[in-house]
């Protein structure tokens, strides 16, 4: 049986995950990250920047208005990029869903030494 091909997933800026519904989590210590980030007290950021999540067990950054895109995107950039919550950096590799591939752009390059 053939080895099955490890992949890392390179994003692509489709910013389709930035537009999905749903929470976007953020943590006590990443609030305080973003939130010196953009120059604002962490209260500031919390009351302008964040909601409680659909299961109350924290805070999750808001949508604009009207719609289900991400607060934080600007065009087709992430405004705290340098800071964005994990669960951003983590997706699609560290985690994911069944059929992402079909919402995601991201390109798959080979693990080295898995090619
Ligand atoms: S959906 Fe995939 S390619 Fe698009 S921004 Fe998110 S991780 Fe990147
Ligand atoms: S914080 Fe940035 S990367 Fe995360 S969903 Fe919002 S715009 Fe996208």
């Not at 749903?22 to 920047?49: C, M, N, R, Y």
């Not at 705290?80 to 059929?99: A, E, L, S, T, Y």
Request: aromatic content about 8%; proline content about 4%; some cysteine.
């Amino acid at each position: 049986m053939s080895k099955k091909p490890r992949y890392h997933y390179v994003c692509q800026r489709c910013t389709a995950c930035c537009k999905w519904e749903g929470d976007v989590e953020v943590e006590d210590d990443e609030i305080t990250k973003i939130a010196s980030f953009l120059g604002l007290k962490e209260h500031e950021f919390i009351q302008e920047f964040t909601r409680i999540r659909a299961n109350r067990s924290g805070l999750a950054l808001i949508d604009k208005e009207s719609s289900t895109e991400c607060i934080m995107l600007e065009g087709d950039e992430c405004r705290i990029h340098d800071v964005k919550p994990v669960q951003c950096r983590g997706f699609p590799n560290v985690w994911n869903f069944p059929g992402w591939k079909e919402e995601c752009q991201a390109v798959a390059v080979p693990l080295r030494g898995e090619a």
